[in-house]
């Protein structure tokens, strides 16, 4: 009995005898085989070596698929565990999953790791790869799984052994001396892993609960060959120089206080950036027809509960009392938005009604996970809430992405549109879910924007658009989010009149597009490296004179700069002329004006670029309009 394969392209092949995708795709192309890494069957990611004997649909993964990746890195991940298990004895093992661009190892070991010993885990690792040793998966019962690995003492794996149901059939996977609890799948065999590099170190609890051990954690990756390793890394060191607690504090942008952690200060500087963004939000925002509102910072228990928030984020929030009453710190503005558009009535003439606000909104962060400026407790959103009849709902979806579209490209964003789908806990009828995820993803289709399937990960009250943006060195960060919600309206009571002069329920779009702007400030530190294009930078101009001479004509720049609205900073330090230089290059200052005689007694100035190095003599009559221009156009560099 013959049996047809069908291919990504859509083509078909028939087999009369049971195969495996390793033999179809040797029939295919010796270059692909080489790549190959893994098989889609039916859209489950399966070993090459799995037996098809059935219709099926085929996919064969390479490094170049996301899929494919996460099959080599945990591959990667068993062979760390073997050489760690090698080199040190009585280490037991926790878990090792692929994660975003590497992988890592959970180790329960008697020894102390440091980075020191990376270096000949490493070489351990690469002996492994060169014995090729192939990867076999056994099937095992429950019964037979606790005693294989009870013999062993491994008491992690006993652990998730034991929280597995009573019939579950148990796979593990051998590679020569060792074995693990594993779902798989994986490589033919280690020596498909061509290139390695150990990370760094951290403290995990066991199953992530401060209750249990705390285990050692060590973060690696792997890639195709060794160009890319070594084009990741170098990228990695990029990261680290671009990190926004280290420039912000550099630059005075910022600061944080064990008086507040997680909560950061923004310092004069810094400042200057946040303003400048929030102008233009709410520039950009009166233009596409916003209205701009303000929520309080406390509201009340029962407000909470009828948003659904105290049931569904209660562990996110901080809490007070006032008056003997149960209050809450609003973890999101939409509660807010919701209670102004009911404070008054509405016709279906009224809408779309916007409403945007520049909201605080305070969170429960564990302290281990706060970073800087991008993970903290307290945020401002920029969020908006719009009002709609149905049939507006696709034109609303499609202005916000274009407002979207428009802010990122401001900053030289590369994004990309991901929709998320019904959260397992979610609220509502799942017809309304599947209603709202149709009109989201039409709307994508109507703009030509693709978007990917993120399943499961919407709001509890609604699907979403997020939108990731790449920054310069090709991560991605989520900002903007486009959320679709028939269930606020419906638990607020929310009306309008319509051209029957009866209620209707109107629908509901919550957005972001910077998401928090503390977030985004860091995204832009580390985007920009702290050299700000001239409209965000905390000082755009700085004048500096080469002798005492020369300090008062500094000045008079300075001031008459000043006076049309240039932020400019004077340096008449009694300091040589370099020092003042590389001073201002340091604090990234896009333009330098300096002054000698030559320049004083011909009422000019020599101008130095940040990026570009001198630039020649102008007269500063010249200069105000470009500056201005420049600052006006908002340029992304």
């Not at 069908?6 to 040797?26: C, N, R, S, Y």
């Not at 609890?181 to 033919?188: E, F, N, R, V, W």
């Not at 005689?597 to 011909?602: C, I, R, S, T, V």
């Amino acid at each position: 009995m013959t049996f047809t394969i069908t291919f990504p392209d859509g083509k078909q092949q028939a087999f009369a005898q049971p195969t495996t995708p390793l033999e179809i795709v040797k029939g295919i192309s010796n270059s692909l085989t080489k790549k190959a890494l893994a098989a889609q069957i039916d859209g489950r990611v399966k070993e090459l070596t799995t037996p098809i004997g059935e219709d099926a649909s085929l996919n064969i993964l390479t490094f170049d698929d996301e899929d494919g990746q996460d099959v080599y890195r945990h591959s990667s991940s068993h062979i760390m565990a073997q050489a760690v298990g090698r080199l040190f004895p009585g280490t037991r093992f926790g878990i090792g999953p692929a994660i975003k661009n590497g992988f890592y190892y959970d180790f329960d070991s008697p020894h102390t790791f440091t980075s020191e010993d990376f270096p000949a885990i490493e070489a351990e690792m690469e002996k492994i790869t060169k014995e090729n040793i192939p990867y076999h998966r056994e099937e095992l019962s429950r019964k037979e799984a606790l005693q294989l690995f009870a013999a062993k003492d491994e008491i992690y794996k006993v652990e998730l052994i034991n929280d597995l149901p009573e019939d579950a059939v148990i796979s593990i996977y051998h590679q020569g001396d060792f074995f693990d609890l594993c779902a798989g799948p994986h490589l033919p065999a280690t020596g498909q892993v061509k290139a390695f590099k150990l990370l760094s170190l951290a403290g995990a609890y066991w199953r992530g609960s401060e209750k249990n051990k705390m285990l050692q954690r060590i973060y690696a990756t792997s890639f195709a060959n060794k160009d890319q390793l070594k084009d990741y890394l170098f990228r990695l060191e990029e990261a680290k120089k671009r990190d926004h607690r280290k420039i912000g504090t550099e630059l005075n942008l910022f600061m944080t206080s064990e008086e507040g952690p997680g909560f950061p200060f923004f310092l004069p500087k810094g400042m200057i950036i946040r303003n400048e963004l929030e102008n233009f939000w709410r520039q950009e925002h009166r233009k596409a027809g916003y209205q701009e509102i303000k929520s309080p910072l406390i509201l009340n228990r029962g407000m909470w509960e009828q948003s659904g928030h105290w049931d569904h984020y209660q562990n996110n929030m901080y809490f007070t009392e006032i008056d003997q009453m149960p209050y809450a710190v609003k973890p999101m503005n939409c509660p807010g938005g919701m209670i102004v558009y009911r404070s008054n009535p509405h016709s279906y003439r009224d809408l779309p009604l916007r409403l945007g606000e520049m909201g605080l909104v305070h969170r429960h962060e564990l302290s281990g996970t706060l970073h800087g400026l991008m993970r903290v407790r307290c945020f401002t959103q920029d969020d908006a809430h719009l009002f709609m009849l149905p049939e507006q709902v696709k034109d609303e979806i499609i202005g916000v992405a274009r407002l979207t579209d428009r802010f990122y490209k401001q900053f030289g964003f590369k994004y990309h549109v991901e929709l998320s789908t019904r959260p397992e806990k979610a609220m509502g009828e799942e017809a309304d879910w599947d209603r709202a995820i149709k009109a989201l993803a039409d709307a994508m289709e109507e703009m030509g924007t693709p978007i990917t399937i993120n399943e499961g990960d919407g709001a509890f009250y609604g699907p979403k658009l997020d939108f990731l943006l790449e920054d310069c060195l090709g991560r991605t960060w989520q900002c903007g989010t486009i959320q679709l919600d028939f269930q606020m309206p419906e638990r607020f009571d929310l009306t309008y009149i319509g051209p029957d002069n009866q209620p209707h329920r109107p629908v509901m779009i919550h957005r972001v597009v910077f998401g928090s702007i503390e977030r985004f400030i860091g995204i832009l530190i580390e985007h920009y490296a702290g050299a700000f294009p001239l409209w965000l930078a905390p000082v755009q101009v700085k004048v500096m004179n080469i002798t005492d001479r020369q300090r008062d004509y500094a000045a008079n720049i300075a001031e008459e700069l000043e006076a049309v609205g240039i932020r400019t900073e004077l340096d008449d330090r009694n300091e040589k002329i370099n020092y003042k230089i590389r001073f201002a290059q340091n604090e990234k200052v896009p333009y330098m004006l300096i002054v000698g005689d030559k320049e004083m007694e011909a009422g000019t100035v020599a101008l130095r670029k940040r990026s570009g190095g001198d630039q020649g003599v102008y007269n500063l009559a010249e200069l105000i309009p470009a500056f201005l221009e420049e600052i006006q156009s908002k340029s992304a560099t």
